[in-house]
């Protein structure tokens, strides 16, 4: 049995420097390209993420928990009680603002 990989994050981005690589990516392209899709996976989960809070709080508001494993249960309660939709709408709120911001070589912030 093969040993389980200790951090899979950095096994899969190894994943996509070496096949970017074999494509005949120049090492500054593939940085880039890296860069560019960290940059995005942080906003979107910074702008859902506090969506996701908003929603949270109003559902949990009034609700008495004895400890944090009837907390984790409620909130798996919730998301697993939400519409597919709900999670779609979410994820395409920032992709104007995100193509925005590159098209604009980063220098977009919303007022």
Do not use: H
């Amino acid at each position: 049995m093969t040993a389980p990989i200790q951090s899979p994050a950095k096994c899969k981005v190894r994943s996509v420097i070496r096949f970017l690589n074999a494509k005949g990516e120049r090492p500054a392209e593939i940085r880039k390209q890296i860069v560019v899709v960290v940059v995005v996976v942080v906003v979107v989960v910074v702008v859902y993420g506090n969506v996701i809070n908003l929603y949270l709080k109003k559902y949990l508001a009034g609700k008495n928990f004895e400890d944090g494993v009837e907390v984790q249960e409620e909130v798996m309660a919730w998301f697993k009680g939400q519409a597919a939709d709900f999670y779609d709408s979410g994820i395409q709120k920032p992709v104007p603002r995100l193509d925005k911001c590159l098209d604009n070589a980063g220098d977009y912030v919303e007022k």
